[in-house]
């Protein structure tokens, strides 16, 4: 009775010991389970988490290129989003400067509402073409600024007041939906460069007063004569005679100094801002116009004096009084307008040309019209 109870004993242990070793296992296979379907669970996060990371990545990005789009388009066109923003165009590139008037001329703020509102419009499109479950917020408002920090870096913005929202089964993740980039740039630099020299200096009015100093020519003359028939002389024979070349050649004459002028303020424009900029100032023949105008009165008060001065029919002269001196005044006058230029050297960028239809690295060209002179003979 002893030896079964013995064994009884012996088989309650042991079946203990197999129930308290299958109870382990159970517990470590369960422990396992529930840390499979943690880690899993949290990888699944961890996953959605870095594809919202890489959306904001790409919205980054897209900023980036918009900004970049945008300089090229809006400098391109002179400081507008549209040409037909601008007042007065020429060859479809607006006017900075007509004559005495500038208020054409994309300043003081304008130009920076038209970088923001073309980068918004690339922005969007680049934004919209991402293809994802993630839900984009639409934005609307953006805008480009110097940067506090740094006068050479711009500070785009592109501000939404909803998140970036991704939703699953029991999952929701959401992130800040306004995208800021601090982007270096030389935009407000290359406007300036076109304010200070064409807007608030008229360069191209310097350009011609030069030439109507260069040119040498007399400011009055007189010629004195005996009236006849056959020689009532003209103020054109008066400015001829004065200066020993005609009207024509005198403005001829006026047209080159202010062309001359015209390539030397390039020269002088280019040492002054060579390190960052090329500025190429162009024009046509067409674009420069000159006029030398007489304005004369004979020693009598009387502005033809042989007027009167006729012959019979037979030739003989009467009423032609005696000698004549006719002074003159010649009024000198030129304009030009000119084709700006402003490429900034430093950097390309991979950008858009409609005109070409060809996306290439390009140097961002600031360009526009200045129309000037000491007498408007150029119609804008």
Not at 28 to 37: A, F, G, M
Not at 83 to 98: F, I
Not at 326 to 334: E, I, N
């Amino acid at each position: 009775m002893k030896g079964v109870s013995t064994a009884l004993m012996v088989l309650l242990v042991a079946a203990l010991g197999i129930v308290a070793t299958l109870g382990m296992y159970f517990f470590i296979l369960s422990s396992n389970l529930e840390n499979l379907r943690r880690s899993t669970t949290e990888s699944g996060i961890v996953a959605e988490i870095n594809e919202v990371e890489f959306l904001k990545q790409n919205l980054h990005q897209a900023l980036d290129y918009s900004f970049y789009q945008s300089k090229y388009e809006v400098a391109g066109l002179g400081g507008y989003a549209e040409l037909a923003d601008a007042p007065k165009s020429h060859n479809g590139l607006p006017y900075w400067r007509v004559y005495e008037d500038t208020s054409s001329s994309p300043f003081p703020d304008t130009y920076r509402q038209s970088l923001s509102e073309k980068t918004l419009e690339i922005y969007n499109t680049y934004s919209n073409s991402i293809n994802t479950e993630i839900i984009k917020p639409v934005v609307t408002e953006l805008t480009v600024e110097k940067a506090a920090s740094n006068a050479d870096y711009a500070s785009v913005t592109a501000f939404s007041y909803k998140t970036i929202r991704l939703e699953k089964a029991n999952l929701t993740i959401e992130d800040n939906g306004t995208i800021n980039e601090i982007i270096q740039t030389n935009i407000f630099d290359q406007f300036d460069v076109g304010k200070i020299n064409f807007v608030d200096t008229d360069s191209v009015l310097q350009t011609v007063s030069d030439a109507m100093i260069g040119c040498k020519l007399a400011k009055e003359g007189s010629l004195t004569y005996h009236c006849t028939p056959a020689r009532n002389p003209t103020p054109e024979e008066v400015f001829e005679d004065t200066n020993d070349m005609t009207i024509a050649d005198a403005e001829n004459l006026i047209k080159d100094l202010i062309k001359n002028n015209i390539a030397d303020l390039e020269n002088n424009l280019n040492e002054v801002y060579g390190s960052e900029f090329v500025i190429h100032l162009s024009f046509t023949d067409s674009d420069i116009e000159s006029n030398v105008k007489p304005t004369c009165k004979s020693s009598t008060g009387d502005s033809d004096p042989c007027k009167t001065c006729c012959c019979d029919e037979l030739g003989n002269e009467f009423n032609c009084g005696t000698w004549y001196t006719t002074d003159c005044k010649f009024l000198y006058s030129g304009a030009a307008r000119v084709l700006v230029n402003i490429t900034d050297k430093t950097k390309t960028y991979a950008v858009y040309d409609d005109g070409i239809g060809t996306t290439d690295l390009r140097n961002i060209e600031l360009r526009f019209y200045v129309l000037s002179g000491n007498s408007e003979l150029i119609t804008p």
